[in-house]
């Protein structure tokens, strides 16, 4: 359909947009692109994601634990999930920019309140998936509740939690393109920035996003397959991916 | 023409010149004050006077969200099929629409525009893409749960491959892919009110034509979420409806 | 024989009465309540059946003005008889001016400054004041694009820094190289690609010598909330914008360097389209735009922007009360 030729050589362009500045489509000597250029995008990028996933964490382990650890709370807690997922991110930026404001911290309670659904109800259903008779043994031996939780239920509930912690890091990641509408520099300027970097710089910046996407999910895929304690099967959350 | 630039000059004009084929009324003053003018949390009365701005839009929504989840759904069911009996294909299988998952929506939008130009297909190409992942893997989940006692049974019966997987296999399948159907549409829904930026509609249109303006954030929220809902919810009645002897799962 | 005279007769008095009545609403409208100084049938678009096999797509880019003016053309043709689809919200000039390129759109509304500045890459400080000046050179570049550009409206519409007025009252900002020396606490607000541009950002920093705690990228949408919000002590604003015509809460800084160039609005169209589309395409464009003047524009952004009224309805009005649609 599109020839081949053509796809090559927007890759190249776009390669080359990310490896070496150029002059601004727009003129005026303005230099863009160049590894350092696009840096300062990504990093504000991963920057606020960071700080969102740290919050919704914060926030979200604990009660999925609590919940989890007593067994109350389903409704709510599985219910949390399945709306979270509804919720249009677009919709949510916009709405604390108008409440708020603009600038990292909005941007990231914003992306925070997006990722704290997968947490919170991976981090519930890992605890219920727990083999009750763990912690019975745990309890029978004298352990105190943030005990149980902490060194019994947790490390084998860990697998199932990080891959909760995988999909609100990846919606995060990719939410925080669209931080550029509201005060924030990422990857989106380059990416709805067609006028100024060119053809060459929207797929530049898309496929730094893609690339950085990837290696989240592959640096966080490490981790979970290191908390996963040797010999508990790695069962697949397919109901809470 | 000069470009009039100093503090209040352009308040006082309005009211005095308009222009010569409109009467003076037609220019107005108009109040930065009240709900509407002065951006209150959320305005009943201009919601309800301007729900029509919404409604096609919202068709529009639903008319992407189906047709990606249709084509997500063919392919992602289509791809299960054939590498459940070819198990070699899996791994990359699943590593591919796995990457398809990860790249994030707007990028891809906007890389299609080139090619694909502005319109429903640049919108629903990535969104189909980012369904394939969740779809393929509750399919090929439910599939392997299939329990032996049922495919023993299967071919005791003397069945052939084809009769098992359409008799056996795939209904006892339903629960899982049905899952992943279910998560596959409330995702698209969301993600889908930003399909406006390949210039294909939506709900993400009207928000983005006054986006700082609370009540219409508010409305377009409200009506994205409501759509999501009562489509899983059609999708939970339905099988029920349609699947009565399935157990439910505890989810 | 006696009976056809009679019908001839009857029938020539009927289309006299028939003319009467005509002459009579006709006279009637110019005193009625909606145009003054225009005789309504002078201005009225006249559908013609033949423009009806041609497809016009009007497209707009992501913001109030543009969809307004969108809307008044694609209206406007669509009164003429022409098959008018829309494509509003397009995203910025050189996407526009590739869809216009690819077929996808026949036309837009473009600003003079952006053609020069954006599309052709002609410094700001080449692009002329004078709007017909501007226009001959954007036409003449278009035209070897393959693009027609049409003659400009009365309005002109340019970037400006805009601040609070407490703001510009508290340091005595009039022009914006008064804010030599004071602007490096501010906090400048503008579109992302305003970073990179010699019109914006860039030309502040080398024309006006200007530097600024920081610059903060936001959607158009959001240029006065930021103001309001106080994330931003300086946004980049638009001259016509409805909040700086409603209030005087906002103060518009002096382009005392003449940095930043106005533009008035031309509609641009694909040639092929144009000449397909026949005189009434010209015709009905260059009629539609004649009433808009500041003021207009400013009224019509104000009851989308302020009264939150769709850009349809109020370019159906303003249609309606210029006399060009019924």
Known sequence: MIPLASVIDSFVGAFDFILHSRDAVTGGHVQVGGIPYIWTFARTQLEVSAVALGGALAVGMPIGLVLGHI????????GFGNAGRAVPEIAVVFLLAA???IGLGNVALALGILGLPPILTNTFVAMRQVDPTAVQAAEGVGMRPWEVIVRVELPLAAPTIMAGVRTAAINIFATATIASFVGLSTLGDLVTGRNVYGDDGVLAGAIVIAVLAGLIELALAGVQRLLTPRGLKLQRATRSA | MTVVAAKGLLFADAANRCAPGLPASFCQHHETTGCVGGNGLFCPGWAVDNFDRYVGPFFRHLEIVAISVVAGFAVALALALFSHRHRVLIPPLLGATGVLYTIPSIAFFFLLLPITGFGLVTAVIPL?????????RNTLAGLANVPADAKDAGRGMGMSDRQLLWRV????????????????????????TLAFLAGAGGLGAPLYAQPDFKTNIIMVGALTIAMALTLDLIVVLSRRFLMPWQRARPR | MRGLRVRAALALMLAAVLALGIAACGGGSDTGSTTTGASS????IQSNPANGKVTITVGSKNFTEEYILGEIYAQGLEAAGYNVKKKLNLGSETIALKAIKDGQISGYPEYTSTALGSLFSVPADQIPANAQEAYAQAKAKLANEGVVA???TPFADSNAVGTLTSTAEKDNLTDISDLKGVSQNMVLAGSPECRERIDCLVGLEKNYGLQFKKFTPVDIGLRYTVLDKGDADLSIVFTSDAQLANSNKYTVLKDDKELIPAGNVIFLASK???DEAGPDFTDTIEKVQGNLTLPVIQELNSRVDIDKEEPAAVAHDYLMQSGYIK
Do not use: C, D, H
């Open chain 3, 41 to 44: 049938s002078e201005n009225l």
């Open chain 3, 272 to 274: 092929k389209v144009a």
């Open chain 1, 99 to 101: 409440l708020i404001g």
């Open chain 2, 169 to 192: 296999e795939l209904p006892l399948a339903t629960p899982e892919v049905v899952a992943g159907l279910r998560i596959a549409i409330v995702s698209t829904v969301a993600i889908a």
């Open chain 1, 71 to 78: 067994g109350k709370g389903e409704y709510f807690a599985v």
């Open chain 2, 128 to 136: 189909s893409a980012y369904t394939l992942q969740i779809i393929y």
């Open chain 3, 150 to 152: 049409y003659p400009p």
